[in-house]
């Protein structure tokens, strides 16, 4: 899969892969016009069009450049002076586009396939019990704040029995934890309980951006 279930998420990935697109585009449209304007002046003077969309100080510039080209064109011997210029033109446009686009994707693309593996191996897992305990224990080592915040779901703590079970007053005033902790998580995954490994396999899920 390509994309998270989640919409935040998701919105967020589809804005990454937007800017990795349009950075792209713009940089073969850079390369493409720095090639064009290589061959421009690489053309004798009097063939030279006027490049439209420029005003009459622009195009006069670049044909001041163009004119710059011919003396450095002409100084080569002459059989190989058009070709060396043709191969530096397409040389320059190669560069100016392989550089900025191929350190852009060295940040973005690994990242990119790394969720994907990810949120492919965590589906699979997820389809059976085995896979949801590596979930969970996966989940265990994330951040304690994180931890916390999957323990303040627990309905109660692991393992617990109610004093009901066990023939004791409710109204007895016994010294028992009265929230589960990240702590207990930790207990809750080593005594299999379901309640926390399912508690902890939804939030590796959802930390990736899955439906739980």
């Known amino acids: 899969m390509w994309y998270a279930h989640n919409p935040g998420r998701r919105a967020r990935q589809l804005l990454g892969d937007g800017a990795a697109l349009l950075w792209i585009a713009l940089w073969a449209a850079a390369a493409l016009?720095?090639?064009?304007?290589?061959?421009?002046?690489?053309?004798?003077a009097q063939r030279r069009p006027r490049i439209p969309l420029l005003g009459s100080s622009v195009d006069g510039a670049l044909?001041?450049?163009?004119?710059?080209?011919?003396?450095?064109?002409?100084?080569?011997?002459a059989p190989q002076g058009p070709a060396a210029a043709q191969a530096l033109?397409?040389?320059?446009?190669?560069?100016?586009f392989v550089?900025?686009?191929?350190?852009?994707?060295?940040?973005?693309?690994?990242?990119?396939?790394?969720?994907?593996?990810?949120?492919?191996?965590?589906?699979?897992?997820?389809?059976?019990?085995?896979?949801r305990?590596?979930?969970?224990l996966r989940a265990l080592l994330r951040p304690l704040d994180e931890l916390a915040a999957t323990a303040e779901l627990l309905p109660s703590a692991p393992g617990e029995t109610p004093d009901q079970d066990l023939g004791v007053?409710?109204?007895l005033d016994l010294d028992v934890p009265p929230d589960p902790g990240p702590g207990s998580l930790a207990k809750g995954w080593r005594?299999?309980?379901?309640?926390?490994?399912?508690a902890l396999a939804d939030a590796e899920l959802q930390r990736l951006g899955l439906r739980a």
């Open 33 to 44: 016009a720095a090639h064009q304007l290589a061959q421009l002046a690489s053309q004798p």
């Open 63 to 77: 044909r001041g450049v163009a004119h710059a080209g011919d003396r450095i064109v002409s100084a080569a011997p």
């Open 89 to 96: 033109a397409v040389l320059g446009a190669v560069t100016l």
């Open 99 to 131: 550089i900025p686009v191929g350190l852009m994707l060295t940040v973005w693309l690994p990242r990119r396939l790394r969720w994907t593996r990810q949120a492919a191996a965590a589906q699979e897992l997820a389809s059976t019990e085995d896979g």
């Open 133 to 136: 305990e590596l979930l969970a």
């Open 169 to 171: 007053d409710p109204d």
């Open 191 to 198: 005594e299999a309980d379901p309640v926390v490994l399912d």
